[in-house]
């Protein structure tokens, strides 16, 4: 998946992921201190762009797919088939989520990089031992510092799941007060953790059930069936008496429903108009509820055909491939060319340093340069001026003259000289960019 169709819908959001790699590396996603940047910290070592972008997906990717397997077993705690139901899981999340859904869960948004490495704790900590509770503390920290809202989620779980232990309280309170910590300490622009006006949150839950039934979700005829089907194997399973696939169905369903309520509280997401990525986690959560009713009763009537386990990865290894195709590095470098290389002949022929304007625009295009100069000369050197730009701002603009680039005819350019009150001399326009000698700053908001 890392290395297929997934990549076809990379934006200056996921593209940026690999600029803090390689420019500057912050603890946190540049301009905010919500995110933290561990994925792009393992992947410094590696300095082609093309080749780091593939890396971060791929670990992105490995925790995505992780995540539901890890809730599973938590939930079920092995009175359940929780590496069929993780497969299933994943099925329903390639088939039912859109194309630019999946991209933002598997590579760009933090929830289950964090869910992956919390609920991993929480499996460590099953048992004692301080090298374990040492280990999952240390897990924990890291998932609040990917996420640090991660305990909205992780703090009903452990009530929910029943494991109320001295290990587990500890770790979690650890990871919290970890978490917290390190996004105060941050230099980066502090986000708002306040709760909305008790009298907006109706309204916060409508906006989210709406926005995430029309934009996160598709087949909806197909999606009717599952959910038919899904109805039919729990009555078959209450029929069985077998209660314990219906009470770890509805844990992760009371789960997925406390998230959204949680969420649809907070001040940020009214801010940032309720998106549907703020319930991704809730999404997780309803597909690990109806994996569980679905393969509880369908691996009984699969094990008298000696067809068990296997099943549901088959399915699907079989959606994955269907959906997204077969690996091929060359389609991503080919996406990456076809649809970020619009202003790289000019920026390499001018030798511009700096890509200024729109934010959708300037990232992508700064990806693109640096990768094409990358393979020229083993280095890169070409820097953004936009939204998120703060951070690497003092790495040009203290020089004079420096050349710097817009997309022609883009009205952002002088909006963000301004924000570093960096003065601008047009110097050309030329077919795809318009040339200016900027420099240097006289001073810099951070």
């Known amino acids: 998946m890392s290395a297929s169709g997934l990549h076809d819908y990379q934006n200056a959001d996921s593209l940026l992921l690999t600029l803090v790699s390689l420019q500057r590396w912050t603890p946190f996603y540049w301009e905010q201190n919500r995110f933290g940047m561990l994925i792009p910290l393992l992947a410094r070592p ?14 992105a990717t490995v925790a995505a797919l992780l995540a539901p397997y890890l809730v599973a077993r938590c939930l079920t705690k092995e009175k359940t088939d929780w590496l069929a139901v993780g ?19 598997f590579v760009t948004q933090p929830y289950s990089l964090a869910i992956t490495l919390a609920f991993g704790a929480l499996l460590i900590l099953e048992r004692p031992g301080y090298i374990r509770s040492a280990i999952g503390a240390m897990l924990m920290v890291l998932a609040h510092w990917v996420n640090v809202s ?54 916060g839950w409508a906006e989210l059930l709406s ?62 108009v309720y998106l549907p990525r703020y319930v991704y986690p809730s999404l997780l959560l309803l597909g690990v509820g109806l994996s569980i009713l679905l393969v509880s009763p369908l691996l009984g009537i699969l094990s008298q055909h000696g067809r068990y386990r296997a099943t549901p990865a088959m399915a699907f290894f079989a959606a994955v491939v269907l959906v997204h195709g077969l690996p091929s590095i060359s389609r991503v470098r080919r996406h990456v060319e076809d649809d970020f290389s619009r202003l790289t002949p000019e920026i390499l022929a001018t030798r511009a340093r ?75 326009h030329r077919q795809t960019v318009d040339l200016f000698l900027a420099g240097p700053c006289r001073g810099m908001l951070r």
């Open 211 to 272: 926005r995430t039934a029309s934009s996160a979700i598709q087949h909806p005829g197909w999606l009717a069936f599952v959910l038919v089907a899904t109805i039919a194997a729990a009555a078959l399973s209450i029929s069985r008496g077998e209660y314990a696939s219906i009470w770890a169905a509805g844990a992760a369903i009371l789960l997925a429903v406390e998230y959204w309520l949680a969420v649809g509280g907070s001040k940020w997401v009214e801010l940032n």
């Open 150 to 203: 991660a305990f909205v989620l992780i703090v009903p779980a452990i009530v929910v799941m029943r494991r109320l232990t001295v290990r587990s309280l500890a770790a979690t309170a650890t990871g919290m007060g970890g978490g917290l910590v390190f996004a105060a300490l941050s230099s980066a622009p502090h986000t708002t953790a306040g709760i909305a006006p008790f009298s907006t949150w109706p309204h």
């Open 354 to 428: 700096v890509i200024a304007g729109d934010y959708w625009t300037v990232w992508p295009s700064v990806f693109h340069a640096n990768l094409a100069l990358y393979e020229r000369t083993g280095h890169i050197g070409v820097y953004g001026l936009t939204y998120r730009s703060a951070e690497t701002d003092p790495l040009w603009c203290d020089a004079e003259d420096v050349l710097l680039a817009a997309a022609s005819q883009d009205r952002a350019v002088g909006v963000f000289a301004d924000r570093i009150t960096l003065s601008l001399r047009f110097l050309e």
């Open 46 to 59: 590696l300095h082609h762009p093309l080749a780091n972008l593939v890396a971060q997906a791929w670990l």
């Open 87 to 105: 497969a299933m899981t994943n099925t329903l999340l390639v088939v039912f989520a859109p194309p630019a859904v999946r991209f933002d869960w």
